[in-house]
């Protein structure tokens, strides 16, 4: 069973629209982060956040803690295809540091 | 700009042979960290360092895979003899963290894929 439930597991967007990914869990975090990895490739962060509510902005990305630092989202405006690939999150909990199964987006052009 | 090394980038054995994989984390990295990922799953941590010792090592698969980083520096994790269930990526990261991936970013190879027949 993961720790970290991504839903939905597969996202194909039109270019130009917008999506979010949901990341959740039953776990408390000390902080959460955020991951995109394209095909053959590891993983790169993309941000990681602390505080409960924090929300962050990276250019069209948008990624939210939860109050409870249970839970996060990441929100794209505007998609691009360059935006494909898949999405991780990953909770720090007693020093140690967990992966999601990801959400792979596809953005048509 | 600085990267995590990982060699073979792929590997197709049969099962029962041994392989084994090598990392090269970005230097002045105390933490080394192995995953494995399966096609269409988020990784797993196999095993984790701090310098030249083990923190983690709970999720590894102790029968058949090891792992060393004699010298703090680089390491190779090996598997003996390998199974079907093996075919995965295999992602070497690493980060400054003293112990512990604090808010640290956690840097990853290219992976190496392998593959058993």
């Known amino acids: 069973t993961q720790l970290l439930e991504q839903s939905p597991q597969f996202l194909s967007i039109q270019e130009g629209e917008n999506l979010t990914v949901y990341c959740n869990s039953s776990?408390?975090?000390?902080?959460l982060q955020w991951y995109r990895q394209e095909p053959g490739e590891g993983p790169v962060l993309l941000v990681t956040?602390?505080?409960?509510?924090e929300v962050k902005k990276l250019k069209r990305l948008t990624f939210q803690f939860g109050d409870a630092r249970k839970d996060s989202s990441l929100h794209i405006t505007a998609a691009q295809p360059g935006d494909t690939g898949l999405y991780l999150c990953?909770?720090?909990?007693?020093?140690?540091?967990?992966f999601g199964a990801g959400t792979t987006v596809t953005v048509r052009a | 700009e600085a990267e995590v090394a990982q060699s073979p980038r792929y590997k197709i054995t049969e099962k029962s042979q041994a392989v084994a994989f090598w990392c090269d984390p970005i230097?002045?990295?105390?933490?080394l960290y192995w995953y494995r990922q399966i096609l269409g799953q988020g990784p797993e941590l196999l095993v984790q360092?701090?310098?030249?010792?083990?923190?983690?090592d709970s999720q590894l698969p102790k029968d058949r895979f090891s792992a060393e980083r004699l010298k703090g520096v680089d390491s190779t994790l090996k598997i003996q003899p390998a199974e079907l269930g093996d075919s995965a990526m295999y992602l070497c990261?690493?980060?400054?963290?003293?112990?512990?991936?604090?808010?640290?970013?956690?840097?990853f190879g290219e992976g190496s894929r392998l593959t058993v027949l």
């Open positions: 990261a690493s980060s400054p963290g003293q112990g512990r991936p604090n808010t640290g970013e956690l840097f």
């Open positions: 776990s408390v975090f000390s902080s």
């Open positions: 956040v602390v505080t409960g509510g």
């Open positions: 990953a909770g720090e909990r007693d020093y140690k540091l967990s």
């Open positions: 230097s002045g990295h105390a933490t």
């Open positions: 360092f701090q310098d030249e010792s083990v923190v983690d």
